[in-house]
């Protein structure tokens, strides 16, 4: 009988921790992007990441997630003028190059998966506050003209 008793202590204890700490992992995919407001995002990400959008390229969405990385996703739309000085301005060095298939999914604008053209390439900033950032930069040349732009800015 004593047993049944320390069972229902021990489940009672049980919902109580879980109930006051929560059950999430701390990662919230896509929250903070939409609850700070788009403009606070990108402006948050272009200080972490060195990252210049210059006039004429058009932001389409922003986000921020947090788990033991933070990172930082951004879909862009312009046309090749606005990438290369995209590219140019925020000293992104490595050179695009054709993708056969990409893992991560858009934000915004169109999947990826229906692409004709993707290019993408990858370097590490290191911003003001010493932290290695990856910046992956992945390019959907939709037409002649179009290009969405995702990127990625996270530690490791």
């Known amino acids: ?21 929560g059950c999430g992992g701390g990662h919230s995919e896509g929250s903070r992007g939409h609850t700070a407001g788009v403009a606070e995002t990108v ?7 060195g990252l210049v959008i210059p006039a004429g390229v058009t932001v389409l969405d922003a986000r921020f997630d947090r788990g033991i990385d933070m990172r930082y996703r951004l879909a ?13 301005a925020s000293n992104f060095v490595a050179p695009l190059a054709k993708a056969d298939r990409v893992i991560e999914a858009a934000i915004a604008g169109p999947p990826l998966d229906t692409s004709p053209s993707i290019l993408q390439a990858g370097d590490v900033y290191w911003n003001p506050d010493k932290r290695r950032v990856h910046r992956v930069v992945t390019v959907d040349e939709r037409d002649a003209t179009t290009r969405f732009v995702h990127v990625e800015l996270y530690t490791t």
């Open 43 to 49: 402006k948050e990400a272009a200080e972490f990441g």
């Open 1 to 21: 009988m004593w047993l049944v008793g320390a069972f229902r202590g021990v489940m009672a204890a049980l919902v109580l921790v879980v109930g006051v700490t």
């Open 76 to 88: 862009l739309s312009t046309e090749q003028q606005g990438l290369t000085l995209l590219l140019k």
